[in-house]
T-cell receptor
Framework: DTEVTQTPKHLVMGMTNKKSLKCEQH?????MYWYKQKAKKPPELMFV???????INESVPSRFSPECPNSSLLNLHLHALQPEDSALYLC???????????FGDGTRLSIL | AQKVTQAQTEISVVEKEDVTLDCVYE???????LFWYKQPPSGELVFLIR??????QNEISGRYSWNFQKSTSSFNFTITASQVVDSAVYFC?????????????FGTGTRLKVLA
């Protein structure tokens, strides 16, 4: 079992839908991350929250909107996605000091 | 610029063979961290090891060992007596400090297939 929990595990949505991906950790980590991973590629960093504040946005389109309600939770709100946004979305957490990042199992997202 | 190169895209070995996965990195930082992760087909990235730039000691953990050489900017990973369960994609990563936090620079990964 991973210590970072992501829900849902699978999501199929239309291009006009609005949905949210959720991530939770209870390791006391103060940095949380969203990654996008396409097949046969490494994870690509999307966002980093450090002490509940957005510290890195890797020029992600506005149809992806992150939210960090508290130190244990990280959400990714999705709206008007495109077929090319179909991917595995991974959440990770760590202390913001170079410690290893711990990853969740990911959400497999398919856009119809 | 920070960069991680994993030149081996895919490696196939027969069970019980030893296999080495290569990782070469570039950085201008004097303090940095290097990592290896395993990604099985289920998708989760599993942390294997972290090395900081001041610690060049090699490490062994069971069948796994790591060889860190700053002189050649390499951080190679060897699996001894490979098993089918070792089949996965392995990523090497360099940690870069930016905007008050750290982010990973991943290599492109090496897919290891261990055949029974």
């Amino acid at each position: 079992d991973t210590e970072v929990t992501q829900t849902p595990k699978h999501l199929v949505m239309g291009m006009t839908n609005k949905k949210s991906l959720k991530c939770e950790q209870h390791m006391g980590h103060r940095a949380m991350y969203w990654y996008k991973q396409k097949a046969k590629k490494p994870p690509e960093l999307m966002f980093v929250y450090s002490y509940e504040k957005l510290s890195i946005n890797e020029s992600v389109p506005s149809r992806f909107s992150p939210e960090c309600p508290n130190s244990s939770l990280l959400n990714l709100h999705l709206h008007a996605l495109q077929p090319e946004d179909s991917a595995l979305y991974l959440c990770a957490s760590s202390q913001p000091n170079g410690d290893p990042q711990h990853f969740g199992d990911g959400t497999r997202l398919s856009i119809l | 610029a920070q960069k991680v190169t994993q030149a081996q895209t895919e490696i196939s070995v027969v069970e019980k063979e030893d296999v080495t996965l290569d990782c070469v990195y570039e950085t201008r930082d004097t303090t940095y961290y290097l990592f290896w992760y395993k990604q099985p087909p289920s998708g989760e990235l599993v942390f294997l090891i972290r090395r900081n730039s001041f610690d060049e000691q090699n490490e062994i953990s069971g069948r796994y060992s790591w060889n860190f050489q700053k002189s050649t900017s390499s951080f190679n990973f060897t699996i001894t007596a490979s098993q089918v369960v070792d089949s996965a994609v392995y990523f090497c990563a360099l940690s870069e400090r930016t905007s008050g936090t750290y982010k990973y620079i991943f290599g492109t990964g090496t897919r290891l297939k261990v055949l029974a």
